[in-house]
């Protein structure tokens, strides 16, 4: 990705995706701003594992584009938080509707593996793990992050697995 001094304060410069900053400041509005229309949310936690992109780098950005993809609403987000994990924010949905994106997300991960797997010999091993929340005075933003966190670092694991969602009470 060509670097853009536009967009420095919000975007990671090697995928263009939103940088860990922005995504913390919109999720945290969006958390009061459901705190008070009684509404849910989803912080969720993907991690790619494409081994080849230290030789290609582009294949990051090439990935996140798909799974932007996966993301239909203008409110969805989506982050890098560090150079192994990714950050999405789902906004005013529910579980039915998680497992709907789950399911485009892993649609739209197949694809791209379909498309760049074999013109450059690669595969993924990717962890999606999230948490579904209704927040309320007695939950807090951070508990949401640490119990995504651990599902994620619990997932990472379980070879069996690939996603795991909670739902925080």
């Known amino acids: ?14 995928t263009g995706v939103y940088n860990q900053n922005y995504f913390m400041e919109v999720f945290n509005r969006e958390w009061h ?11 969720l936690y993907l991690c790619p594992h494409i081994h080849e992109t230290v030789k ?3 294949l990051l950005e090439l990935f996140t584009n798909q799974v932007q993809e996966a993301l239909l609403r203008a409110t969805d ?10 950050a999405l924010g789902l906004f005013n949905i529910d579980e039915q509707g998680i497992e ?4 485009r997300i892993d649609d739209q991960i197949n694809l791209f593996l379909s498309q760049y797997g074999k013109e450059h010999s690669f595969s993924i091993d990717y962890k999606l793990a ?13 508990e ?8 994620s670092t ?6 069996s697995r690939h996603q795991m969602l909670i739902t925080m009470h």
């Open 130 to 142: 999230g948490g579904v929340c209704l927040p309320s005075e007695r939950k807090n933003i951070e």
């Open 77 to 86: 987000l989506i982050a890098r938080l560090d150079k192994n994990h990714f």
């Open 1 to 14: 990705m060509i670097y853009s001094f536009r967009n420095s304060s919000f975007r990671d410069p090697e």
């Open 56 to 58: 290609q780098p582009h």
């Open 154 to 159: 619990a997932l990472e694991q379980d070879t």
């Open 100 to 103: 709907v994106v789950l399911k």
């Open 144 to 151: 949401l992050f640490t119990q995504v966190e651990s599902v």
């Open 33 to 43: 701003r459901h705190l008070r229309d009684k509404q849910s949310l989803a912080l």
